[in-house]
RNA sequence: GGUCCCAUCGUCUAGCGGUUUAGGACAUCGCCCUCUCACGGCGAAAACACGGGUUCGAGUCCCGUUGGGACUCCCA
């Protein structure tokens, strides 16, 4: 049997990175057990459209690395023209890109994307006619049956089993009407949506994850299948897509569990097989709740901004949840989809550990080349308006990769190198802990300053330790009496790189137009 | 409220009845390195929610309690 899974988000904007997790785990079975990965786009709520969301969805994925069998993709012209994502050959981003999506009810929302795969259409919007047709046949079946029932009946009706304590679910009104009755409802137009009939009985099934779960069906809502705009809503456009796209493994969140039964008994009033179900635990926010946008970042957009890399990433989401035996943190996607195993998937919700981030990623930025670094960092320096190219550019970033976490932290920590002139934060100088004042600053820069102009090996910071520690030596002070206003006076920073590595990293004559200007300061 | 799911250091987790004085990673703290910060090295502190069973033996199996979460929309 070859394995199919999907992986459905609905096309509301940004990419949660709770999707973005549930696309990897599909994709990471599906690699490895050499099966068919499907993207659907699950867009029923036209409340919700987002323009270019699908768009904004697909780039994430191939950003990611997630490469999929069927589904939509972008036409290779729009790819070029409008691709706000890039990546070079690694898949790493090369430049940031903008999160905005504006809401937009275009017609034409998909003119932008071509589908491959034999199943399709992928868009769920395009499959109306398949919806409409099975909840036809349940209705036949006496699975499902109109519902003329207003808003407000069904407003009020809560409101009252509410008020009793009640499990708020519908109280069938409309299972009581007779053919005739429909008819003439249905000629007259009146709004309708069509209602799955759960049967009386339990429901049970097998959960990869979480093993069995049983529910009793009364306790199931008799759930909308068709909405009076005739879309599906998800529960019935997923059941039919899975069965025709001849899913076998449902791996989804744990949102899902407690709709899964009504899913079941879906397929069986079809006649349907049922597919492998696996539930995938949730990612939280610190104080356990759902992962949500208001107590921090989410959307994989911001985490590309932010300068968090893909290997980072993947490998960081990968581990939310799931853990190889071993005692190794770090896994390139070939490692994970080697390893990766449904059963090993934690079945409790996953905090989601930011400081573990930053440190996974600072991992994968140590591992980078200079060249390659200085190639992701370029455009975020870009962004700023102090930058301007400059040759020893490599030579800086060299400097700073070993403190670097996010590439977006870059442009502060390489500022200074490209200012013309530093504006002096004159405290700075002083610092009680090193021993130095104001006059000490002054003395030492004065010695460095003689010392330097005659000083000629500037290629390697092993050069200028021997001529700068000689005056500590002769003045009698500590390396930091000399070092830190070196430091002050090349930077204007309290936390840098080392003094002799700035030195060389600068060149004779822009370290001596610091230090003069540094001293021209703090004579002042 | 109802239904379902879940429960090992602060966090992510290893553990699948005896090999456990419960292992690793992040974060925290200390020491070393050192001109600061960071990196790196060494080390410390830190968990089986509770109560009953089952068993010669339980973090590991069962039941209950407590706690947390999800769902309960003409959202997905």
Known sequence: MTVITRFPPSPTGFVHIGSLRTALYNYLFTKQQKGKLIIRIEDTDQTRQVDGAVENLLKTLKWAGIEYDEGPVLKEKHIVTNDHIFTNDKGQITKPLSTDVKNNKQSDMYGHLEEKGSHGPYIQSKRLDLYKKYAQELIEKGHAYYCFCTKERLEEMRKKQESLKLAPQYDRFCLKLDKKEIENNLKKGISCVIRQKIPNGNIEFNDIIRGHVTFATQTLDDQILIKSDGFPTYHLANVVDDHLMEVTHVIRGEEWLPSTPKHIHLYQALGWNLPIFAHLPLLLNP??????????DVAVEEFIEKGYLRDALINFIALLGWHPTENE???????????????????????????????????????????????????????????RENPNILKYIQLIRERLKILSEAPGMLKFFFLDHLKYDVTLFENAKMKVDKNMAKNSLQFANDTLKNHEFWEKDEDLKVPLLSIVEKLQIKNGQLLWPLRVALTNEAFSPGVFELLAAYGKEKSLQRISEALMTLKS
């Open 287 to 296: 104080d356990k709740s759902k992962l949500s946008k208001r107590q921090g």
């Open 329 to 387: 943190e770090i896994y390139t996607l070939n490692d994970l989809i080697e390893k990766f195993s449904l059963k090993r998937v934690q079945k409790a919700g996953a905090v989601f550990n930011k400081e573990k981030l930053d440190w996974m990623n600072s991992v994968y930025i140590k591992k980078l080349s200079i060249e390659e670094l200085a190639q992701l960092i370029v455009p975020y320096l870009q962004k700023e308006s102090w930058y």
